[in-house]
T-cell receptor
Framework: GQQVMQIPQYQHVQEGEDFTTYCNSS?????IQWYKQRPGGHPVFLIQ?????EVKKQKRLTFQFGEAKKNSSLHITATQTTDVGTYFC????????????FGTGTRLQVTL | DGGITQSPKYLFRKEGQNVTLSCEQN?????MYWYRQDPGQGLRLIYY???????QKGDIAEGYSVSREKKESFPLTVTSAQKNPTAFYLC????????????FGQGTRLTVV
């Protein structure tokens, strides 16, 4: 079945450093979504990418969707303590309208 | 307020007992999902439903059962056949068609002793 892996599993950075998490799917995706889960909370939608090679920015966050629509990345510039949490990618396999599969997640810890 | 409600937040059960987790949404979403979250394993899909009276197995359906008798409700039963039921369970919903975001409930932390 479809598998969505993320690396790294965990990263600890000092405030001000950059951070990147990578998402790789075993199958072609019709879209990629990114979610953030704060400690003790539930995942909250951040953004969606649909087009091959698409790049979107939200303030210090940059999201990319690969040309083959099988991988994606989230880059945070100059991390802040408010960025702490687990970041998940999620995708719909091409041809399936409803089966939303999540990645394994990357837990980010930011210290002063 | 519109949203997804999961209850209870914490649940304790003895081994060998079935337990049902509640999920209700008033967002008028067609699609609903159950995910299981374990440390280091992300969110794994248990069951999902695209419309009322229809549902499909996800990646880890063994030991679980669901029903979708009403659009707003998608309860999950963790049966005694589930070998390792202690986990954090998240319910989600989406409009269902195409590229739409998922909205999550607050989750239920189930502990089986």
């Amino acid at each position: 079945g479809q598998q969505v892996m993320q690396i790294p599993q965990y990263q600890h950075v000092q405030e001000g450093e950059d951070f990147t998490t990578y998402c790789n799917s075993s199958t072609t995706l019709s879209n990629i979504q990114w979610y953030k889960q704060r400690p003790g909370g539930h995942p909250v939608f951040l953004i969606q990418l649909v087009k091959s090679g698409e790049v979107k920015k939200q303030k210090r966050l940059t999201f990319q969707f690969g040309e083959a629509k099988k991988n994606s990345s989230l880059h945070i510039t100059a991390t802040q303590t408010t960025d702490v949490g687990t970041y998940f990618c999620a995708g719909l396999k091409t041809g399936t309208a409803s089966k939303l599969t999540f990645g394994t997640g990357t837990r980010l810890q930011v210290t002063l | 307020d519109g949203g997804i409600t999961q209850s209870p937040k914490y649940l304790f059960r003895k081994e060998g007992q079935n337990v049902t987790l509640s999920c209700e949404q008033n967002l008028n979403h067609d699609a609903m999902y159950w995910y299981r979250q374990d440390p280091g394993q992300g969110l794994r899909l248990i069951y999902y439903s695209q419309i009322v009276n229809d549902f499909q197995k996800g990646d880890i359906a063994e030991g679980y059962s669901v029903s979708r008798e009403k659009k707003e409700s998608f309860p999950l039963t963790v049966t005694s056949a589930q070998k390792n039921p202690t986990a954090f369970y998240l319910c989600a919903s989406r409009i269902g068609d195409g590229n739409t975001e998922a909205f999550f409930g607050q989750g239920t932390r189930l502990t089986v002793v």
